[in-house]
């Protein structure tokens, strides 16, 4: 069964530092979504992507975050200088088409820990 | 003012005995609600979409339903492997699903 895959598993930064999330959505799906996930809290929405660019935010997703496709295949999250608060799990998720009729599938998540 | 609420926040079970989870929402115009299944440390795998009153979706012992204002997962005769966290979700907004904070289910042999 076709499956939404990510990279790293772990990711542990410095404050400051940049990091690049990756995921593979699944092959015939073209929407494509980040949520984040802080410990013991609610899974939060951050962006939606669709051809080639982002369709609706949240206001957690400032000018530190930014999304690319950057081939076929790979959907990446970056934070261009991470902080202690970005701690939290990251996860990609994707739909066959909008949400009003496709449900999303989930990824396994990167646990990003900002020291 | 949009909100997805569940409840209890947590529940024990012994094995074999059945309950209900419940969702209840505010939004106007509902587009589906979804529940996901989450294990510790894991990404929300999904269960369910219930897209109008009085709907309903079963999956081996889960069953969901739906009416105006919250949604029920029900669980019967339950096993220690459905212990996970439920969660449920409803879009606001065109694509971004907003979570509740989910019912941490523990099943006890």
């Known amino acids: 069964e076709p499956e939404v895959t990510q990279t790293p598993s772990h990711q542990v930064t410095q404050m400051g530092q940049e990091v690049i999330l990756r995921c593979v959505p699944i092959s015939n799906h073209l929407y494509f979504y980040w949520y984040r996930q802080i410990l013991g809290q609610k899974v939060e929405f951050l962006v939606s992507f669709y051809n080639n660019e982002i369709s609706e935010k949240s206001e957690i997703f400032d000018d530190q975050f930014s999304v690319e496709r950057p081939d076929g295949s790979n959907f990446t999250l970056k934070i261009r200088s991470t902080k202690l608060e970005d701690s939290a799990m990251y996860f990609c998720?994707?739909?066959?088409?909008?949400?009003?009729?496709?449900?999303?599938?989930f990824g396994p998540g990167t646990r990003l820990t900002v020291t | 003012e949009d909100q997805v609420t569940q409840s209890p926040e947590a529940l024990r079970l012994q094995e074999g005995e059945s309950s209900s989870l419940n969702c209840s929402y505010t939004?106007?115009?509902?587009?589906?609600l979804f529940w996901y299944r989450q294990d510790p440390g894991k990404g929300p795998e999904f269960l369910f979409t219930?897209?109008?009153a009085g709907e309903e979706k079963e999956k081996e012992r889960l069953k969901a339903t739906l009416t105006k204002k919250e949604s029920f997962l029900h669980i019967t005769a339950p096993k220690p492997e459905d212990s996970a966290t439920y969660l449920c979700?409803?879009?606001?907004?065109?694509?971004?699903?907003?979570f509740g904070t989910g019912t941490r289910l523990t099943i006890i042999p």
């Open positions: 219930l897209y109008s």
């Open positions: 939004v106007s115009g509902l587009r589906g």
């Open positions: 979700a409803v879009p606001f907004g065109n694509e971004k699903l907003t």
């Open positions: 998720a994707s739909s066959r088409d909008r949400l009003i009729s496709y449900e999303q599938y």
